[in-house]
């Protein structure tokens, strides 16, 4: 079992940056894929990028591509997320979790934590 906590939120304009980081305890992290996820109002959870449990290899949605950089380490358990060229759009609340590939480019998450929130003025 892996538990993540988010941390890194806050209040940027729109082409600031922000990077969030996710600590999860458990024994298991190192070999679970992981991933960031976001959710704003009104809308459903939606994801953003994952990595491989061994950090080769990256995921990322469309709507973030070449701005997110996602990233782990696994001796300290975190993985983390470079957001660049912040856009209003990417307003939400973003959380951490285990990311499992169901289909194509369908993903979702299991053990996820409270979240932290992101807010790109303009």
């Known amino acids: 079992q892996v538990r993540p906590v988010e941390s890194g939120g806050g209040l940027v304009q729109a082409g600031d940056s922000l990077r969030l980081s996710c600590t999860a305890s458990?024994?298991?992290?190192?070999?679970?894929?992981m991933g960031w996820f976001r959710q704003s109002p009104g809308n459903e959870r939606e994801f953003v990028a994952a990595?491989?449990?061994?950090?080769?290899?990256?995921f990322y949605a469309d709507a973030v591509k070449g701005r997110f950089t996602i990233s782990r380490d696994n001796a300290k358990s975190t993985v983390n997320l470079q957001m660049n060229s912040l856009k209003p759009e990417d307003t939400a609340v973003y959380f951490c979790?285990?990311?499992?590939?169901?289909?194509?480019?369908?993903?979702?998450?299991?053990?996820w934590g409270p979240g932290t929130q992101v807010t790109v003025s303009s």
């Open positions: 979790a285990v990311a499992i590939r169901t289909s194509g480019d369908a993903w979702r998450g299991n053990y």
């Open positions: 990595i491989s449990w061994s950090g080769d290899t990256t």
């Open positions: 458990g024994r298991a992290f190192s070999s679970y894929r």
